[in-house]
């Protein structure tokens, strides 16, 4: 199970710095969101997977760590607050600019209307 939070959170961080590196706002801000997604699975993997663990510490049995769980729900809240702002970003540089290229030019559109 393990390997499979690992191929997991590997193949979500390769999609999320994939789509960061385009040079849209839409895939910038589903990319943010993809390596928010993989930061919660690393985290709650950081944890260790234990089965029929206790939820309330008896001194007999093995427990369920509530660390990772608070560190993800943390993550969780501050990656929505994340993407809130970049799609409020986004939306702002698109109203002011005219495009939502994330490098601030002009797009292949623009340039085609200026050579006729």
């Not at 809130?84 to 702002?92: D, K, P, Q, S």
């Amino acid at each position: 199970m393990e390997s499979l939070y690992a191929i997991t959170t590997g193949v979500l961080s390769a999609c999320g710095l994939y789509l960061i590196l385009r040079g849209r706002t839409f895939p910038v801000v589903v990319g943010l969101t993809l390596l928010s997604y993989a930061v919660n699975l690393f985290l709650f993997s950081m944890g260790g997977l234990t089965t029929h663990g206790a939820a309330i510490v008896d001194g007999k049995a093995s427990y369920a760590d509530p660390l990772p769980q608070a560190l993800v729900l943390t993550a969780i809240v501050i990656g929505f607050a994340m993407t809130a702002f970049a799609v409020i970003l986004a939306m702002r540089a698109r109203g002011d600019m005219g495009n939502d290229h994330v490098d601030g030019g002009r797009g292949r559109d623009d340039r085609e209307e200026n050579r006729r």
